[in-house]
């Protein structure tokens, strides 16, 4: 079974490189246990499809497939939820380092003497 | 007005920005302009009209210019209020005035312009639905009664300022500051104001469309 071999050897590599991602620790190590288990699942499931299908009657899914569908939006769903949440954390960031930059480079507003403009119309308004 | 400072977000308005910067300094002696990233020549003009230019490396948002320059403004020990004035011309120095006098003399901690309180200002009809939706939405979250959520032209007094942090970098942050600013329990009026809606405003005033993107910014914090 060629097709069998291919799709393990693909989800091992990409589990593998997901593995050796970076992070924060605990996070980490939550994403490393779910993926072990979507690789062994993603295994079994090649070699053996009607195992799924099994589950799937178990849970109350017809087959197979729809409860391997049903359990992807699922996934699709929290990526995108955690990459949104980094991706704001991300701006955040870089707005409080914008910021800093900017005001640093701008440094104190110039002392007083020298910014109040010269004209006598100044004081006169304020 | 040695004790106010004026706070211009800036984001590409080169064509206009040194006209509104010498307007603003026929009343205010301070004047910052925060460039958020323009890519033409808007900072050099806004320096060269007479306006401090605060620079963001990358271009942030409007809400992001606004606390950038309220920190600005803070930065000065003698600040006792600050106001808000937007780029594109479309606000009135005079109006800016007054509602800074209101604040310094005490009558009011934060004076926010509502283009609503009489009926100089004639936005178009699905404008005015779109910005009353604003205000109801902003009353509810902040418990202020206002009549104009989303106008760029405020005073604040220093104590308001200390107290504000904006974190809706895009145009959430018209909301966001008005429910921070009900939070603090401060005294809070506002002041007719008169938007000039010119040809070049609306061709730089956003789309309507955007209020979809400011209402799910304000619930998807």
């Known amino acids: ?15 593998g490189a997901l593995m050796r991602s970076s992070g924060g620790a605990r996070h980490q190590a939550v994403r490393r246990l779910l993926l072990v288990g979507f690789v062994v699942v993603a295994i079994v499931s090649v070699l053996d499809p009607s195992l ?62 020298t910014e109040r403009p010269l004209e006598s119309d100044g004081s006169a308004r304020g | 007005m040695p004790d106010v400072w004026v706070v211009v977000p800036l984001y590409n308005e080169a064509q206009v920005i040194a006209g509104v910067v010498r307007g603003l300094r026929t009343a205010f002696d301070h004047v910052v302009c925060v460039d958020d990233g323009s890519h033409d020549a808007s900072a050099e003009q806004a320096r060269s009209a007479g306006a401090v230019v605060v620079r963001h490396a990358v271009n942030l948002g409007q809400g992001a210019a606004l606390q950038t320059g309220i920190d600005y403004a803070l930065r000065d020990p003698a600040t006792r209020c600050v106001v808000t004035f937007d780029a594109d011309g479309q606000h009135q120095v005079d109006e800016a005035e007054a509602m800074a006098r209101r604040v310094l003399d005490g009558e009011s901690d934060a004076v926010f312009g509502s283009r609503f309180l009489d009926s100089r200002t004639r936005p178009g ?40 942090e904006l974190n809706q970098n895009r145009m959430a942050h018209a909301s966001q500051l008005v429910e921070q600013v009900g939070r603090t329990g401060s005294r809070v009026v506002e002041h007719p104001v008169h938007i000039l809606y010119t040809d070049y405003s609306r061709s730089k005033g956003q789309s309507l469309l955007n209020s979809v993107n400011i209402l799910a910014e304000l619930f998807f914090k």
Request: charged share 20%.
């Open chain 1, 52 to 113: 799924i299908t099994t589950v799937a009657r178990w849970v109350g899914v017809g087959r197979g497939t729809d409860l391997v569908l049903y359990l992807l939006f699922i996934l699709v769903l929290g990526f995108m939820a955690s990459t949104y949440r980094r991706f704001r954390d991300m701006e955040r960031q870089l707005t409080l380092l914008t910021r800093r930059l900017a005001l640093d480079e701008a440094m104190l507003p110039d002392p007083p003497e």
């Open chain 1, 1 to 15: 079974m060629v097709i069998k071999v291919v799709l393990i050897l693909g989800v091992a590599l990409g589990g």
């Open chain 2, 125 to 164: 009809l699905l404008k005015r639905l779109v910005l009353k939706g604003a205000v109801v939405y902003s009353n509810l979250t902040s418990g202020l009664h206002l009549t104009d959520a989303h106008n760029g032209l405020r005073a604040l007094s220093r104590s308001v300022c200390e107290q504000l």
